[in-house]
C-alpha cells in the first residue's frame, strides 16, 4: 500500500538563498539546511517499503524527522529540532495517494530505549514494594489486634488476609505481577508490535537498534507480514543486512556522492559482511 507517493527537498540553490539571508553571526548552525543537499537529494519516490541506508552523519535520520514534521506525524519522544526545522520544511512539498492514516507515526531507537527503560523503573519500584509487603504480612499475621473503631477497618482487613494466606497468596493478590518479564530484545519487539496498526505509514529510524540478528529477522518478517496483509508503507532508515534483505523495498544509497537507488547486495555494509563471512566460510564447516 502507498499512501506517501513523493517527498521534495529544497535544493542547493534555494537552501543558499535561505541562509545567505540570515544574519549567520547569530547561529552556530543552519540545520537542517546544507544536510540532505551535499548528496543532491532532491526527491524521494516511495513505494510500499522504502529503506534510507547510510553511515552515521548521511542524513538518514534528518531526512525522516523532515518527512515526519512537514506530514504532522505522531511521535513519542523530542528530536533535534534546531531554530531551522520549520523554515527547511516550508521549502518541502509532498504528494500522497488520499490521506495520511491518523494512526501514522514515526518511531526510533529514542522511543524504544525510552519504552524499555520506563518498564524497567516500573519493574524496580515492584520489586521494592514487593520487598515492603513481605514485612507487612509478617507484622499483619502475628498482630495483636482488636478494632476499635472505623478507622481501623482497612488494617482489619489487612490482618485477616494475612492470617487466611500464605505469604506469596498473600503478596499476589496486594501487588500486580512484573509488567517487563522479557529481555530487552524482546521488549523492543513488543513495542514496534504495539505502535503498528493496520492501514498507516509508519517512519522507523535504526529499527534494529537493541534487537538481536534473531529478533531483527522477526521484525522483517512482521514487518514484511504488515505489508503484505494490513496494508501498512515503511519508510526505514537503518544499515542492518537484515532489514535490508526486506522483499522488494526501494533502498536509497546516502553514502554516495549523489544519493542513488541500489540493490541491497550492493550496498558497502552488505559486501562487508560478505566478504568476512567468506573469509572464515571454512571455519563453519
Given at each position: ?146 478494632m476499635h473503631s472505623l478507622e481501623d477497618y482497612e488494617q482489619l482487613k489487612k490482618v ?49 537498534n537493541s534487537l538481536s540478528p534473531e529478533k531483527q529477522q522477526e521484525l522483517l518478517r ?64
Amino acid at each position: 500500500m502507498i499512501y506517501l507517493s513523493h517527498f521534495a527537498f529544497p535544493d542547493r540553490e534555494r537552501e543558499y538563498n535561505f541562509t545567505m539571508r540570515l544574519k549567520r553571526t547569530c547561529y552556530d548552525t543552519v540545520y537542517p539546511f546544507l544536510i540532505l543537499s551535499a548528496h543532491q537529494l532532491k526527491m524521494l519516490d516511495f513505494e510500499p517499503v522504502t529503506i534510507l541506508y547510510g553511515g552515521n552523519g548521511s542524513g538518514k535520520t534528518t531526512a525522516l524527522n523532515i518527512i515526519a514534521e512537514k506530514l504532522g506525524l505522531a511521535r513519542d519522544t523530542l528530536y533535534n529540532r534546531s531554530n531551522f526545522f520549520g523554515d527547511y520544511t516550508k521549502l518541502c512539498s509532498f504528494e500522497t495517494v488520499g490521506k495520511i492514516p491518523k494512526d501514522s507515526r514515526i518511531i526510533t531507537s529514542d522511543d524504544v530505549f525510552d519504552f524499555m527503560l520506563n518498564l524497567r523503573c516500573i519493574n524496580e519500584g515492584i520489586d521494592q514494594r514487593r520487598e515492603e509487603l513481605f514485612e507487612e504480612y509478617q507484622e499483619a499475621k502475628y498482630a495483636k489486634f482488636q478494632m476499635h473503631s472505623l478507622e481501623d477497618y482497612e488494617q482489619l482487613k489487612k490482618v485477616n488476609a494475612a492470617r487466611r494466606n500464605t505469604q506469596s497468596k498473600f503478596v499476589r493478590n496486594s501487588l500486580q505481577d512484573n509488567v517487563r518479564e522479557h529481555s530487552n530484545g524482546e521488549s523492543a519487539f513488543l513495542y514496534f508490535a504495539d505502535k503498528i496498526k493496520e492501514n498507516g505509514l509508519y517512519l522507523l529510524d535504526e529499527p534494529e537498534n537493541s534487537l538481536s540478528p534473531e529478533k531483527q529477522q522477526e521484525l522483517l518478517r512482521f514487518l514484511e507480514d504488515s505489508v503484505r496483509f494490513f496494508k501498512c508503507q515503511f519508510v526505514i532508515a537503518t544499515h542492518s543486512p537484515f532489514l535490508l534483505s526486506m522483499k522488494g523495498a526501494k533502498i536509497y544509497d546516502l553514502d554516495e556522492e549523489v544519493a542513488d537507488v541500489k540493490r541491497w547486495t550492493e550496498l558497502g555494509n552488505v559486501r562487508a559482511y560478505y566478504a568476512f563471512f567468506k573469509k572464515y566460510e571454512h571455519e563453519f564447516e
